[in-house]
């Protein structure tokens, strides 16, 4: 599984758009790109998922440069409740076997 | 639609006795499962997971084992409890796709 890093944390306020940033350099051609946001002792919930290009949901926006080495989590107009620790996951998307590799991610602390 | 369901909630544990966590999921058939663990402030380590009844593979050598007596019921069990094996431990499972989906967890104090 291709390895990812993340910054350990970041810090924001509410109201503003907050841009993690993840570095995927051995991303492999079948590899998908999931993000995930955990909440203290919550499991982690599904945020979104891409190949390439920009993917965007009602939560998120993913953004995937064409040589995939890195992806962007975009969340728009943070509030307090987005304080919480983002994963950022690479793996063969369809096999269900494969499993996630989930590094330390990143905490994000929004401030008011 | 699909729900996950984990017992207990928390758990405290003397060394040395046994342990059973229980995993159900609701709603999908032949789902993978899997069981995670957290450490403090850390990140997720997988443990095992299943693709089917009786069928378990386990990421790392340690003091836990794993069962899948039916479809869609996963369980963790250890003989004797460690020190080392206090955590948060995570169940998910997942479809025909990668994305995987948690249950609450179980906060196992071991002492």
């Known amino acids: 599984l291709a390895k990812t890093t993340q910054p350990i944390s970041m810090d924001s306020y509410e109201g503003q758009e907050v841009n993690i940033t993840c570095s995927h350099n051995?991303?492999?051609?079948?590899?998908?790109i999931t993000w995930y946001q955990q909440f203290p002792s919550q499991g982690p919930r599904f945020i979104i998922q891409g190949y390439k290009t920009k993917v965007t949901n009602e939560v998120a926006s993913l953004f995937i440069p064409a040589d995939r080495k890195s992806s962007t989590l975009s969340l728009p107009r943070v509030s307090l409740s987005d304080t919480a620790v983002y994963y950022c996951l690479v793996g063969e998307r369809g096999t269900g076997r494969r499993a996630l590799t989930f590094g330390s991610g990143t905490r994000l602390q929004v401030q008011p | 639609s699909q729900t996950i369901h984990q017992w207990p909630a928390t758990l405290v544990q003397p060394v040395g006795s046994p342990l059973s966590l229980e995993c159900t999921v609701e709603g999908t058939s032949n789902p993978n499962l899997y069981w995670y663990r957290q450490a403090a402030g850390r990140g997720l380590q997988l443990l095992f997971y299943?693709?089917?009844?009786?069928?378990i593979s386990s990421e790392v050598p340690q003091n836990l084992s794993a069962s899948r007596p039916q479809d869609r019921q996963f369980i963790l069990s250890s003989k004797k409890l460690l020190l080392s094996d206090s955590g948060f431990y995570l169940c998910a499972w997942s479809g025909q796709g990668e994305t995987q989906y948690f249950g609450p967890g179980t906060r196992l104090l071991v002492l």
């Open positions: 051995n991303i492999a051609t079948n590899d998908y």
């Open positions: 299943s693709v089917g009844i009786g069928q």
